[in-house]
């Protein structure tokens, strides 16, 4: 089955503890992105991957590393977590012609205390 | 910078009426624009693609209609269902694959 998966799908974690969610795609897609999604905010941009060791920041990429050194996963690292990253996070992939359409996680939810 | 306007931001309506759905952007420069449907506390599910070169799309009781140079697309739901209730996201692919999304429109159909 095709489809965007994300780990771990909920996560309670403390300010300064190091964390990655990671997203991996099997539909051998070019472009990989993140978003965070918040209440009266909508989805953003965080970074964005249009292939292998090419990345970009996105709107909000501050507090945030990615890296891309396989196809098919797009990790998102947090070095110092802080209680204003919590927020519900999506992965997403997709062809890079302007034709494909992007599939999407099903989201983690990230609580930073 | 690419914005994205959904008004209304909520709406309810009686089971069976038509919904319409309204998404503006602001740069008319775009690849293509998908509508979302997003459940409470859930992931993103794609409803329809419509690319720039199109006016619209259909898929069942949906359909999606573009006007690039005005910046405006609507979302039309023939004969609503309680079951259509969540929140619809349109978003549009822009500059160097970018995506910029709405905030959203929350929709109640009441039985």
């Known amino acids: 089955e095709a489809q965007v998966t994300q780990n771990p799908r909920y996560l309670i974690t403390v300010t300064g503890k190091k964390l990655t969610v990671t997203c991996s795609q099997n539909?051998?897609?070019?472009?990989m992105s993140w978003y965070r999604q918040d209440p009266g905010l909508g989805l953003r941009q965080i970074y964005y991957?249009?292939?292998?060791?090419?990345?970009d920041k996105g709107d909000v990429p501050e507090g945030y590393k990615v890296s891309r050194k396989e196809k098919r996963n797009f990790p998102l690292i947090l070095e110092s977590p802080s209680p204003n990253q919590t927020s519900l996070y999506f992965c997403?992939?997709?062809?890079?012609?302007?034709?494909?359409?992007?599939?999407f996680g099903p989201g983690t939810r990230l609580t930073v205390t | 910078k690419q914005e994205v306007t959904q008004i209304p931001a909520a709406l309810s309506v009686p089971e069976g009426e038509n919904l319409v759905l309204n998404c503006s952007f602001t740069?008319?420069?775009?690849?293509?624009l998908q509508w979302f449907r997003q459940d409470p506390g859930k992931g993103l599910t794609s409803l329809l693609l419509?690319?720039?070169?199109?006016r619209e799309q259909t898929s069942g009781r949906l359909n999606a209609s573009l006007d690039k140079s005005s910046g405006r697309s609507t979302l039309y739901i023939a004969a609503s269902q309680p079951g259509d209730s969540a929140t619809y996201l349109c978003?549009?692919?822009?500059?160097?694959?970018?995506?910029?999304f709405g905030k959203g429109n929350q929709v109640v159909v009441i039985p």
């Open positions: 991957s249009m292939n292998v060791e090419v990345t």
């Open positions: 419509i690319q720039s070169s199109q």
């Open positions: 978003a549009v692919r822009y500059g160097n694959n970018r995506l910029a």
């Open positions: 997403a992939s997709s062809f890079t012609g302007m034709l494909y359409e992007q599939y």
């Open positions: 740069d008319s420069a775009i690849y293509n």
């Open positions: 539909m051998n897609h070019e472009y």
